[in-house]
């Protein structure tokens, strides 16, 4: 079955620390994307990648970091700068336009203790 | 600036109608989207419109692209308590101009008895 994966569903860490969200999608999709949801919020894009070996800032980058070595993997590391990290991350990926529907997988719950 | 505008709640008898609304502000939009987000899960995309389309109908799903006035509606008919959820409007910016899409801040679907 193609779809994505994202890995653990919920995780727990202490301030300070680092930690980095798992995405693997096995649709062949070149663009791929993670987003923040807080409690009763909307969607707002952290990070964005067209293509493997590139990836570009989205509106709420600062206090996080992205890799994309490998077209099926866009790993995101929450940095112990982002002042409030608790909150549901999102992992999408796409096509590319023209149409550019995103395909998500099931979040991680992160949540500072 | 381009902006997607929802209500937050939308409130539906069993058996009834619900039409949830969304405007937005980018009218060379090429493709406008519908998502749905179940409690705690990822979003799903239901359906999607093309621009160049006035209505599109998908089972109990029915959208409708009002381009004058750049609003766009999602009527689900014969409303379900499987229908709870938040639903989430999204456009595409004109072709090939990046990846991103515009999201609204959702619509949560409450399903009275």
């Known amino acids: 079955d193609g779809g994505i994966t994202q890995s653990p569903k919920y995780l727990f860490r202490k301030e300070g620390q680092n930690v980095t969200l798992s995405c693997e999608q096995n649709l062949n999709h070149d663009a791929m994307y993670w987003y923040r949801q807080d409690p009763g919020q909307g969607l707002r894009l952290i990070y964005y990648s067209q293509i493997v070996n590139d990836f570009q800032k989205g509106d709420i980058a600062e206090g996080y970091s992205v890799s994309r070595e490998k077209k099926e993997s866009f790993p995101l590391t929450v940095t112990s700068a982002q002042k409030n990290p608790t909150a549901f991350y999102l992992c999408?990926?796409?096509?590319?336009?023209?149409?550019?529907?995103?395909?998500f997988g099931p979040g991680t719950r992160l949540t500072v203790l | 600036g381009e902006d997607v505008e929802q209500s937050l709640f939308l409130s539906v008898r069993e058996g009834d109608s619900s039409v949830i609304n969304c405007t937005y502000t980018d009218s060379s939009s090429t493709y406008l989207y519908w998502y749905k987000q179940e409690p705690g899960a990822g979003l799903q995309l239901l359906t999607y419109?093309?621009?160049n389309m006035d209505m599109k109908q998908d089972q109990r799903l029915t959208v409708l692209l009002n381009k004058k006035d750049k609003h766009l509606s999602l009527r689900i008919a014969d409303t379900q308590t499987g229908d709870s959820a938040i639903y989430f409007c999204a456009e595409s910016p004109p072709l090939y101009s990046n990846y991103q899409l515009i999201w609204g801040a959702g619509t949560k679907l409450i399903i009275k008895p």
């Open positions: 419109i093309f621009s």
């Open positions: 999408a990926s796409s096509i590319g336009p023209p149409g550019n529907e995103q395909f």
